[in-house]
């Protein structure tokens, strides 16, 4: 087992995973995870993009680190304490990986800087992109190395002290320039492949295939009730609520709160409706196994094929934010509940369709409606200014009541 216990080291493998990334052709993180002795757990990079398809929008470091740990423990792998355990991360951590090592107990120590979509975007480490009560928590477990130099990369040490076992505490400027330079040497060029999609008028339902269709086959793998409802697009109603309290009851077997999320695309169909996965993963939410769900199986429809296939799936398996995705629980004030919202905007990437902006709808609150409003309006510029998430209450009564 490697062991590091220096700041300076433990960033230098997770640079060498973001430039792992950068040659995949994905965003250039990477991330590495520590026990209490500064022991190498595990390291990882990002993996939203494979072969240059999307593979998962979840899929950056620290969050997979965060999975792969809990999977180690169920298992019976004996890991430490999530108390014990640190990520250190090439990046700031974006807001869903921010909510995913909140909602696992972990530290996290962040290299370079992400002024668009990190947790400490504005530099001082004050969290005021968490939900209040987070904040004292990320202050506790989030730290900033000291970058000591001239150049634009030197910083002060900022946020939470360094665990006790980091002898050396400080990050080299060359490091700290590599890990930035990694990043946004990539950041463009994958931006643009996941809004590369087709636009709306060229999407075809999925409906309208036979039932032997490659597509329907792979969309019912997915979820054996995809294309059984159909309702207006953009307006959810009371037809859904079947699906969404099938997969509430399951998300309560499968160690969650009862939660559910489904997919319906332009066309008003049923794409998903699945539940969380929280007694195998703290973070396996139902969002977080929808969105992921539905990318891999376009994936799987992809990869290996000719551009003509691949253009066929891309057109009737769109772009999820030309649909809606269905809450059965709204946003409240948890890590979890933070990591959605996160996972939310890397899903989507970029601005929200003029004639879609109610892509994200919730049927029973978490929050009331101005207090969620406040919180989306906090965070960082990417989620505020550009994909501009504002989740908004289904307006079917039959369905909220259906829920209640």
């Not at 999530?82 to 972990?106: H, N, Q, R, Y």
């Not at 550009?386 to 908004?392: D, E, F, N």
Request: negative net charge; contains cysteine.
């Amino acid at each position: 087992m490697n062991k590091t216990i220096d700041v300076q080291a433990a960033v230098a493998i997770a640079a060498a995973e973001a430039m792992t990334a950068k040659t995949q052709g994905t965003f250039g993180v990477g991330g590495v995870l520590l026990d209490q002795s500064g022991n190498v757990l595990q390291s990882m990079h990002n993996n939203v993009v494979r072969d240059g398809l999307i593979f998962d929008p979840t899929a950056h470091g620290e969050r997979q680190l965060v999975d792969w740990y809990f999977a180690e423990r169920a298992k019976g792998v004996a890991l430490p304490p999530p108390e014990d355990v640190t990520i250190v991360t090439s990046l700031d951590p974006c807001c869903m990986c921010a909510g995913a090592i909140l909602a696992a107990g972990f530290h996290v120590v962040a290299a370079a800087g992400d002024a668009n979509a990190g947790i400490n975007y504005d530099g001082d480490a004050s969290f005021t992109a968490l939900p209040a009560r987070l904040q004292a928590q990320a202050a506790a477990s989030f730290c900033y190395p000291a970058v000591r130099g001239r150049s634009e990369y030197a910083r002060a040490a900022a946020g939470a002290a360094p665990k006790p076992f980091f002898i050396g505490k400080t990050v080299t400027e060359p490091t700290q320039a590599l890990c930035a330079l990694v990043f946004e040497s990539t950041s463009e060029e994958v931006m643009a492949l996941l809004t590369a999609d087709p636009g709306q008028q060229q999407l075809r339902d999925p409906a309208s295939l036979p039932a032997d269709h490659p597509i329907v086959l792979a969309l019912k793998r997915g979820d054996p009730a995809a294309l059984a409802y159909r309702g207006t697009p953009h307006r959810p109603d009371a037809g859904l609520a079947p699906f969404l309290l099938a997969a509430m009851a399951q998300d309560r077997l499968n160690g969650g709160a009862g939660d559910a999320c489904a997919l319906l695309d332009l066309f008003g169909n049923l794409l998903l409706c699945v539940p969380g996965q929280r007694a195998q993963s703290a973070i396996r939410t139902p969002f977080m196994e929808c969105t992921r769900r539905y990318a891999q199986l376009r994936y799987a429809l992809m990869h290996g094929a000719d551009a003509a296939l691949q253009d066929e799936v891309s057109r009737y398996l769109a772009h999820p934010k030309e649909g809606t995705f269905v809450f059965a629980i709204g946003p409240d004030d948890s890590a979890a509940s933070f990591m959605n919202l996160g996972a939310y905007g890397s899903t989507m990437e970029g601005p929200l369709p003029a004639n879609n902006p109610a892509q994200f709808q919730y049927v029973r609150a978490g929050l009331e409606q101005a207090a969620l409003s406040a919180l989306c309006e906090g965070l960082p510029p990417l989620y505020r200014n550009v994909i501009k998430i504002g989740p908004v209450q289904v307006r079917d009564a039959a369905l909220i009541a259906a829920l209640a």
